[in-house]
């Protein structure tokens, strides 16, 4: 078992090997993921308190240094946050019930900004999200079994299995017809091995676009491996 202690000085020890925040929030949540597993034992009556005005923020730790500190968040049924952005790194998981949240993106028209709602999702116990200031806004989701991921239109992302068994997802696409490129992508032998005036034409023409090139910054990063193509080929 983990103990508080090698958790703090697991996540100070990560943060202090990478220069950007981005590669911070990467290396903790997983280890978040791991704790959330085990943080009853660590938690005291105390870090739930609520509060009946607003929600409560609860110290757990606080590093002499100023550079980490744990907190548990507390909201009781109906109470929220205002919208809001982030000035530091963080990583959250869901300890207890179920968060919403709904991110928001600055929009522009005639003259005057507005934020528009992107995307609301339903996190529940286990879910583990990094967030980076919004000049630098990369978002990384570690989602178990019973989460839901919304993966909106024009927005970079990437995905992969970052548990020690086979995973399985049920994907919605719409509006259908998307899934077609997917049966192209196979019959070209994959983004990897695919011709790129081949791969960058049928990009074109579902409005989509790739970046093959970051996938070795990727594995070596999160130490991921590329899996044997099925055999068969895509099926529908």
Not at 19 to 38: C, K, N, T, Y
Not at 142 to 171: M, S, Y
Not at 192 to 211: K, S, T
Request: proline share 7%; glycine share 8%; charged share 25%.
């Amino acid at each position: 078992m983990e103990s508080l202690q090698a958790f703090i000085a697991d996540c100070r020890g990560r943060a202090a090997q990478c220069a950007h925040a981005a590669i911070a929030v990467e290396a903790i949540a997983p280890v978040m993921h791991r704790f959330m597993r085990e943080a009853e034992r660590f938690m005291k009556p105390e870090h739930f308190r609520a509060d009946p005005e607003h929600y409560a923020r609860n110290a757990v730790y606080i590093a002499p240094e100023q550079d980490l500190s744990l907190f548990a968040l507390v909201w009781t049924p109906g109470q929220w946050t205002p919208i809001h952005d982030h000035v530091s790194w963080c990583v959250v998981g869901v300890y207890r019930g179920v968060e919403q949240e709904t991110r928001y993106e600055l929009v522009e028209r005639g003259g005057r900004e507005y934020l528009h709602a992107v995307e609301t999702i339903d996190a529940h116990p286990g879910h583990v999200e990094a967030l980076i200031p919004p000049a630098e806004n990369i978002h990384v989701v570690e989602a178990g079994p019973g989460d839901l991921v919304f993966k909106p239109r024009d927005q970079w992302h990437t995905f992969w299995n970052a548990g020690d068994e086979p995973c399985r997802i049920l994907e919605i696409i719409a509006p259908a017809g998307f899934e077609d490129f997917f049966r192209e992508l196979d019959g070209l032998g994959g983004a990897i091995v695919a011709d790129q005036e081949d791969l960058a034409r049928l990009n074109a023409r579902y409005g989509l676009e790739m970046r093959p090139e970051t996938v070795p910054e990727l594995l070596d990063r999160f130490g991921l491996q590329l899996g044997e193509r099925l055999a068969g080929g895509w099926r529908p």
